[in-house]
């Protein structure tokens, strides 16, 4: 690896309302401020509000493209700054931190940018292990 800092490849999303209703559904997340327009402007939200879960999923996705096939994603860790919504278009970007020259694992600080402003909602860190020679790929 050169002293150049590697990038991320962006990994992006515009998750609607279906998506959130389905979202919910699938990691039991009933909660009405991420389906119900009106219950979620009565606690004072712009309207339903993208799940902590699904930020989490796009930080795998970006972690685990990076790391590409046979790589391992170890960890993934990130905090909600602001809420995204329904329609926002989300886009999770990094950078390499670290590398770790005796175990191979690489360290991304990662970040989630959503709307047309581009405002950080999220911002977080993996930890990715990449294929060792004689791993097997997966087809």
Not at 17 to 43: C, K, M, P, W
Request: hydrophobic share 40%; charged share 20%; glycine share 10%.
């Amino acid at each position: 690896m050169t002293d150049q800092v590697q990038s991320v490849q962006p990994v992006e999303l515009t998750p609607d309302a279906v998506t959130l209703l389905r979202f919910g559904a699938v990691t039991r997340n009933a909660h009405r401020i991420h389906y119900d327009t009106e219950f979620a402007r009565s606690e004072g939200l712009a309207g339903p509000v993208v799940m902590a879960q699904l930020h989490g999923c796009l930080f795998h996705r970006a972690a685990a493209e990076f790391v590409g096939p046979g790589g391992r994603v170890r960890e993934v860790s990130w905090q909600n700054r602001t809420p995204a919504y329904a329609g926002d278009r989300l886009v999770v970007t990094g950078e390499v931190r670290s590398v770790d020259p005796a175990g191979g694992e690489i360290t991304l600080d990662l970040v989630e940018r959503c709307g047309p402003e581009g405002v950080v909602c999220c911002r977080g860190h993996a930890v990715v292990i990449p294929p060792q020679d004689g791993d097997v790929v997966p087809l």
